[in-house]
């Protein structure tokens, strides 16, 4: 038993609610009614919510002590009285708690009836009113998941905080805490705000003449959005008296934001009419994913996210894959579309968006920085680009999740500008080297701080006089060189980035494609700071590494024919391409052509067994997100096959080489990591290449995705771990899977 003799005063909903809970869960011997009405205590036994009833305090106060609470759950500023009444009969062991609304009038109502705090006071606040009151309203299922938030001072006493913490544990609440002035805070900006509103919205309407005819023809958001109108009205007086502060300065900040939208309404200000309402839906929607446990990234604290949602894929052995796939748009041109299309002049259109959570943060990012952005809605996002100069300081730092390409790109746009920014990322993106942009940044003059060994978060200070340098890149890396680049349109003079090896040029591209020339000579490419960007058209062909997966399925699974339809096919991105063909793969280009100045191809690939390779040095930049994939491939060929100079692959979303070494060889595949790469004995013809078992991805949507496809030469289900960041790249890759064939069952905690 949690408590012994449980006292509720004041029995509506809140209180009600408790004690049938309490009775419901068997967590407290008897529950006391105290009631300021005659016939509230008389209803509230009738309905068994409580098991006697008095109409004072005073009259069980002799019979409480240790072990028992009372629990206050009167109208806010009625809480005094009680508080006063409890001073002079109760005993000081007995535990009192509360449910009100706001915390700080009730710390100085307790500070006037007991001259200081007794430690016996618990103050608490469940947060799961309902429009609904009165003792008929009780509802013994009320807290089951609900928040409550308990906002202990340095004297509240452990024991009474405990028995109180229990007290709501055992009714299924998760039991939070909060200091009160904080407290007080959220509420008035989350509950109390809200209500002021709807009440006035409601009384509003009312009051016009026509009224009969608005509340007849008010429907959907008229009453989804005054329901809570419907609430306690002493309640809630008392709640924004008491709450006063707060309360004002939300409705303040609520006040000028809609004088502001009156005046753009008058004007006819369609940008930031559309900003206000893209802006409120992202966040909405957000917050909807949220609620319902969905979202996958959530910053909470120090730029860390919430626990992942956990999502565990387990495969069928065998099968085949079959049919006509379209895959969602390329990662690298959606994050470019969004960056681009937001600093040029005008309206960029895009189709075929990729709808996928690291594109979305970049999105975000732009959002926040006061772009307009409609969208994403199947693929099409319209940006009103602000031109190159035209972003605003973010309110706060700006959260990219898993996306080593926002980070890295957006780094060299943001040293450009006036304002302080701050890059943070989600557990994997925080292990991540940024040295490799901040230090060429740091050559051209801007001021950059990283976290510990130049990992995130990334601070950048704004107003800097950048200057152009010619970057000789130490590593292949396409994000380097975008982000030298993009910084290059900020900074004074030529910039130049040479590349050690060829690496994916959709900045090159789609900066020309914007008109902003990017010249190219050999592996240097250069441009000029003081052009300007012009919104264009942008068709995002679908991803040639999400392809990637279905093209190794059919390579790897006998009887398959597949046809990736529409995929990019950039002659810097094509190495998977060329390293299965090498391998043996049987693959044809159909319907090439060009797109948005882009090749994009159909590329069919049927079943065709494979051999090992040496693959060649020179295609590791051009398939570098692939080898995940490739690898299955190898394991599934006649022979042994080397890979070298891939070092790279140790510092994306995972050591990609380690966790591929460590999931293959648990299923049984000899594969043996190398510093720069990898060597897998191919199993060849074997019916069953993969044993069964579990494997982890490390949260690496690419690792995750490889085993998938692994399943079909298995002899046994595969069980793979922490797939939730399949969403990053492929949202739709469980149900293109299945649908090609691929026996998948998506379990999540
Ligand atoms: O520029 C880009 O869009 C990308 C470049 C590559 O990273 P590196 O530049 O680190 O090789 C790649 O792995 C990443 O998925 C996307
Ligand atoms: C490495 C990848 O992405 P990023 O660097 O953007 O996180 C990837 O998608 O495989």
Redesign the pocket.
Known sequence: MAINKLVIVGIGLIGGSLAAALKKAGACREVIGVARRQVTCDDAVKLGVVDRAYLSIGEVAAELGEGDVVFISVPTLTVEAILKQCQQCLDSAVTITDGASVKGSVLTAAKNAYGELPSQLVLGHPIAGSEKSGVTAANPDLYRDHRIIITPTEETGRDHLQRVTQMWESVDAEVLVMPVAEHDDVLAATSHLPHAIAYSLVDTLAHDAENENIFRYAAGGFRDFTRIASSDPTMWHDIMLANRDSVLKSLDLFTDNLTRMRSAIESGDSEYLLGVFTRAKAARDHFTKMLAKQAYTAPVQDGKTMQENEITYRVSPGGQVNGQIRVPGD???S??SIMLGSLAEGVTEVEGFLEGEDALATLQAFRDMGVVIEGPDQGQVRIHGVGLNGLQAPPGPLYVGNS??SM??LAGLLAGQSFDTELTGDESLSKRPMN?VANPLREMGAEIETGENGRPPVKIKGGQALKAIDYDMP????????CVLLAGMYADGVTKVTEPAP??D??ERMLNGFGYEVKREGAMAELTSGGSLKASKIEVPADI?SATFFMVAAAIAPGSDVTLTHVGINPTRDGVINILRAMGADITLDNQREVGGEPVADIRIRYASLKGIEIPEDQV?LA??EFPALFVAASCAEGETVLTGAE?LR??ESDRIQVMADGLQKLGVKAEPTPDGIVIQGKGSEAGVFGGGEVESHGDHRIAMSFTIAALRGTAEIKINNCANVAT?FPTFVDLATGAGITLKVESA
Do not use: Y
Not at 475 to 482: H, P
């Open positions: 990662k690298s041109i994050h470019r080593g390409t890295r790109l490799r590593m292949a890396s396409a994000q380097v060189k975008s690496t994916r959709h900045t590494s930049p570098i997100d790279e510092v994306k790249s």
